[in-house]
């Protein structure tokens, strides 16, 4: 199947979505939600009826071509262009209004006569949470680069470093490989830059902001990762680094010790990888999200480390979540989750451990659910490696 | 001053815009006016009357103390302790409409009983736009520290390099020096990793995003910047990386020659540093903003270059714009531009120039606004360096 099929295919879940909410067109003006559904962005509202091709009303770039295309100024224009191609102003309109600003869908409510306001957000992001194949495809390809840039943290690795300079050598590699920079959040709680590593004690400060761990960060206005620690011998690493090698992502971390570390870093390192194992072995399309964070804490329990799970001062409730375009899709692996998971989804599953005077450590893999069971795609060498 | 002594001042200026607007209460929940009112960020709500200390109503993270601190888990709360604190709901509201989600204030006014809205957003951007003498030292200490890592260029250069090869190099040498990485914009069109490198003709690339310049990039889903080109001899190569080395940031752009080019770059990157030159020589405080517009149009005229001025395809309506916790603060210096320039204002001058087969050329500096002039920050060589 080629990106024209795949987008057409994408549109009509759109257009299917429209007629079940009994609305009568949807707003597109997100970059994530535009690239997927066109297969390219653009400054501007691509419209979206139950049948036909969509319109889109474009302010920038300039040099887009075709009959369903407009050029607008403004978004007080759509009215009269919608009146000029015979379209009706919408009674209802689904709009993208958990990313949108509140300022920019009023200002379109109001040039559009007011209609009544659905959130689509919502259901795009369900749509998005089931992979075609063609899109796994690019995950797996993803995860391939992912895997080989951190097979060269052992040789970017230097005695006397500091996180952040680590991390510094790391992005490199990263954008050599491919690495778009940028990686793409869902939520106004979710600033990253590239990813995280936690050297040490900097893995108990808690952050703002809803990953799985914090870290103090370099910055007051971005709390969250590296802070400059020094890499000392007992002390622990994780890496947790961005796989955005193509438009849909991967999710992996590896954790590393410096030197020789207690035996309890070992230990809870074994019951991450071993959690990852038991979710590998017993669940497939059709498990509820819930039972796999259950899984989880029963194991974690078992093992006397559920005061060092997902953190220490503030523990993340979650041990895992949906991966796409989107670094956060759903479903979210959490104890009160209602979702059930489907096959074509793309799940990465953190079970890990941040200890007192040692640091963070345990895995993430990145997994498509199938009806048989998982399959991972992020294919690394897992065991707590030492550097 | 102290950085307690700092937020409050603006607390008291935000308190100001309350009183005049007259409105009840205002609520701050984005990263950047919760730096610059307590300096620091959390996920919540801060809540602002125009008399008194505010009051936080905080999600994560754990461990913020005061007696004006409250945590909540969800907007639900807010109304029930306010009342606990013997606070009025309030009737009017201002919030930040031109950030914050529709779903995140919709569901922040339901909350608290449906209130009177009005927009924050403006009016923060507006006091942001004029520095206290802390702020300016620290956009110095940053633009001097960008200057520094920009005099690494040529040594960073090898013949033979691609324009994504060249900025990894780059980015290292921010990230070495301090840089926050990520590269805060404001508005919903601004997408941009860590800056902009352009080669040759993909400086010709119409964007999407609001910059002076586009360039294809990497990425369909961040179509800006630099695309895998060559760097060829007989091209030109623009960098306007970022300069986040504190909180308040700094703006500059360099260009380089690759070997010969032809005289045309000269004479354009020539003009460029004279319009700084003339802008720098004119203006002041109490100068109407789209004068600088209006006085580097005449001489980029004067000199046949307007074909070629601020892009070709696309051309940015702009010459410069304000910096500081943002890259793109108020005031804009475009033709209609209603802003006269204030003392203690921070602005970034950018006459850049594409030069079909050839390339960007031009310079960007950074200058504070003072009564008698403008002030150049951004200290570091401006004439067309040769690679």
Not at 128 to 152: P, W
């Amino acid at each position: 199947m080629n990106v024209k099929e795949e987008t057409s295919q994408r549109v009509a879940r759109t257009q299917q979505i429209i007629i079940e909410s009994q609305a009568d067109a949807c707003i597109i003006s997100s970059s994530v939600n535009q690239f997927y559904l066109l297969g390219f962005i653009f400054d501007g509202y691509l419209f979206i009826q139950p049948e036909g091709d969509p319109v889109l009303f474009i302010k920038r770039p300039n040099g887009i071509e075709g009959g369903n295309v407009t050029y607008i100024r403004k978004p007080e224009q759509i009215s009269d262009l919608l009146h000029q191609r015979k379209i009706a102003l919408p009674k209802k309109l689904m709009m993208e209004n958990d990313i949108l600003s509140f300022s920019t869908v009023s200002r379109l409510q109001t040039a559009l006569g007011m209609p009544e306001l659905m959130n689509v957000s919502g259901e795009m992001r369900r749509i998005r949470s089931v992979k075609s194949e063609y899109e796994l495809t690019q995950m797996r390809e993803c995860a391939n680069i992912h895997a080989r840039v951190y097979e060269q943290i052992p040789s970017i690795y230097r005695a006397g470093m500091t996180d952040i300079e680590f991390q510094a050598e790391l992005e490199r590699e990263m954008r050599l490989a491919g690495s778009a920079g940028i990686f793409r959040t869902f939520g106004e709680n979710m600033d990253i830059f590239m990813g995280s590593v936690l050297a040490g004690d900097n893995a108990q400060a808690a952050s703002p902001f809803d990953f799985a761990l914090g870290g103090q960060g370099l910055s007051p206005l971005l709390p969250i990762g590296a802070n400059g620690t020094k890499l000392i011998p007992g002390t622990t690493l994780m890496v947790d680094m961005a796989g955005n090698y193509r438009p849909w992502m991967s999710d992996m971390t590896r954790s590393f010790a410096l030197g020789t570390v207690p035996e309890i870093a070992h230990k809870a390192h074994r019951v991450s990888i071993d959690i990852c194992e038991a979710i590998s072995a017993t669940v497939k399309s059709g498990t509820p999200c819930a039972d796999l964070y259950f899984l989880a804490e029963e194991m974690v329990r078992r093992n006397g480390l559920a005061d060092y799970f997902m953190g220490t001062e503030q523990q993340a409730k979650f041990v895992g979540h949906g991966v796409g375009l989107e670094i956060n899709e759903p479903p979210v692996l959490a104890p009160r989750s209602k979702e059930i998971l489907q096959s074509g989804m793309a799940i990465a599953i953190e079970p890990k451990f941040v200890l007192p005077g040692i640091g963070a450590v345990g895995i993430e893999n990145t997994y498509i659910v199938r009806n048989g069971g998982l399959e991972k795609i992020t294919v690394c060498e897992e065991g707590l490696m030492v550097l």
